[in-house]
């Protein structure tokens, strides 16, 4: 390796540094949260909802059983925006369930169902017994339930002062009262309802905004894997495409996505409905995963041979290590160095986008609604796998289609590396931007930038270690969840994610070792 090579190097490696030292000190600044912590599981919960459920005398024995972990994003926002962060955490905390641990119990085919949330803190929050509306059941007048002497409210975990009877439902079978705890009593018209009004305005026009522009931008995205298609066919015609690779690529990002949808089961469970035939459900699901499973191995095949193939026209360096990797020869010296540079360009980038939000928020106006401390990994058989699948899946996709395809295509046909390096990245940026930032257009910034910091990464250090950037910043972000969860079972498993995160860097260690004078690496060309 040359003088000017280690410099480079030593330099990359003090900038990754310093981004992972910016992230670690300000994601909490960039990215703010509730602080509200998850004291129960999903296991924890479900005794709970069972136990609740035998007090009333109820058997869902034979019923199937499904659980769900569910956030109400927009009464977060509402608080959020009324309220401000630290009161509205108080209110999560304390007065009302924003998140929570939603058991159910149904029959395939049946009206009948149970419904029981738990909350954060382990208290029942909210039960329900769905039949039929013609089925006979109690007379229950809004006295009755108010007097706290039926056997629902004494079987209630959370202490409830005083109800409110918002409306009377009268079925064929029986007559409810539909009751609302004093705390949460429906809202008079005032300030309170005019607030929401505007948070939700405010929230649908950003929402439209984004999702317009992340239509266009996938549409194309779209146009740049069909481009990949052409250009398959027609560089196979003249013995031009390497298939090997790709395909092992092609098959690795197939077999993931298949293995994402079946620890995500239980959220697909939990959204059956019972007038569906049980077994032609299961049908359609496996049926829809293996087509969107081929469809996703079709994009990284065709993005793979068409760039590959270009990029031996273009920027052969960029290749180094790549093709070994995808041969599986991961101890090979070229991709033990694509792997530390690969960990370096990550931490850099996640810094960058720490230090964005930041400046963005303190200076340029902008807004984020707060995250919650959960998202939808908990409602998988293993917290970690989702992080692991979507990381390594939206890494290898990404990077094949915008940066070796779309870099490599531009630069053949424009002639132009600084266009060729902007458009990828803008198409890429945009893709991401339906998430909830305003002003709008503040997420295609964002990530434009970062899609032309991993576009120079593509060009200075290769296609292999922009991939690994791209799995690592995925690989934490995605995996903070389970770390800031409060709950031990959770943070170990975001500590997997992020150790298995580190295998690659890990077996690079082990190549240098094995070969510590290795010799200069040879173009893939």
């Keep these: 390796m040359s003088d000017r090579m280690r410099l480079s190097d030593a330099l990359l490696m003090a900038a990754g540094a310093a981004g992972l030292v910016a992230f670690l000190l300000l994601y909490r600044s960039a990215t703010p949260q509730a602080a509200v912590t998850l004291e129960v599981t999903r296991g924890e919960a479900l005794a709970t909802a069972r136990d609740l459920l035998e007090t009333r005398g109820a058997s869902p024995g034979s019923f199937k059983e499904a659980v769900q972990f569910r956030g109400n994003s927009a009464g977060l926002v509402f608080l959020q925006r009324t309220l401000g962060l630290d009161e509205a955490s108080r209110w999560a905390r304390e007065e009302v369930p924003i998140w929570s641990w939603i058991m159910r119990w149904f029959q395939p085919g049946e ?6 949330r738990v909350a954060v803190d382990g208290t029942v929050v909210g039960l329900a017994h769905l039949v039929e509306e013609a089925a006979a059941g109690a007379d229950l007048a809004s006295s009755r ?9 004494s079987a209630w975990r959370r202490p409830v002062r005083s109800w409110t009877t918002a409306r009377t439902i009268t079925s064929p079978g029986r007559r409810r009262a539909r009751m609302w705890p004093g705390a949460l009593t429906p809202p008079r018209p005032g300030r309170v309802r005019c607030a929401w009004r505007w948070t939700c305005r405010a929230t649908r026009s950003v929402a439209t905004g984004t999702t317009c522009t992340c239509r266009r931008s996938l549409g194309l995205t779209f146009v740049l894997v069909v481009a990949a ?22 098959a690795l990002v197939t077999v993931l996505f298949l293995g994402q949808g079946v ?27 293996l087509f969107v499973a081929a469809i996703y191995g079709m994009w990284v095949l065709f993005t793979a041979t068409a760039g590959e193939s270009l990029a031996r026209e273009t920027f052969p360096k960029s290749l180094v290590g790549f093709v070994e990797a995808a041969r599986g020869r991961l101890l090979d010296t070229s991709v033990a160095r694509a792997s530390v540079r690969g960990y370096a ?10 230090v964005f939000y930041v400046v963005a928020r303190r200076y340029l106006g902008a807004w984020l609604p707060a995250e919650g401390p959960y998202s939808e990994i908990f409602n998988t058989y293993l917290p970690f796998l989702v992080p692991l699948t979507v990381s390594v899946v939206a890494a290898l996709t990404e990077e094949l289609t915008y940066r070796l395809f779309g870099i490599s295509l531009f630069k053949r046909y424009l002639r132009s590396t600084a266009l060729a390096l902007l458009i990828p990245a ?3 940026a945009f893709a991401h931007s339906n998430y909830p930032v305003f ?15 991993l576009g120079i990464g593509f060009l200075r250090l290769g296609l292999l ?6 799995f690592v910043v995925d690989a934490v972000i995605f995996g903070m969840p389970l770390l800031t969860s409060g709950n031990g079972a959770y943070v170990l498993s975001g500590v997997i994610v992020v150790g298995i995160a580190l295998a690659p860097a890990i077996l690079g260690v082990v190549a240098r070792i094995r070969a510590p004078a290795a010799s200069p690496p040879q173009q893939a060309g």
């Design 345 to 354: 360009l990550g931490f850099l980038i996640l810094g960058y986008l720490t």
């Design 426 to 428: 803008v198409i890429w």
């Design 145 to 153: 339930g108010r007097g706290g002497s039926s056997p629902l409210w």
């Design 465 to 470: 270690a922009c991939i690994i950037a791209h």
């Design 439 to 453: 002003p709008i257009y503040l997420r295609g910034i964002e990530l434009t930038i970062a899609g032309v910091i």
């Design 229 to 250: 298609l052409a250009i398959t066919i027609a560089r196979h015609r003249r013995d031009d495409i390497r298939w090997g690779p790709a395909a092992r690529l092609a």
């Design 111 to 116: 009206k009948e169902e149970w419904l029981v």
């Design 263 to 289: 620890a995500s089961w239980p959220a697909v469970k939990f959204v059956y409905e019972t007038e569906f035939q049980w077994v032609a459900y299961l049908g359609v699901l496996v049926i829809g995963a």
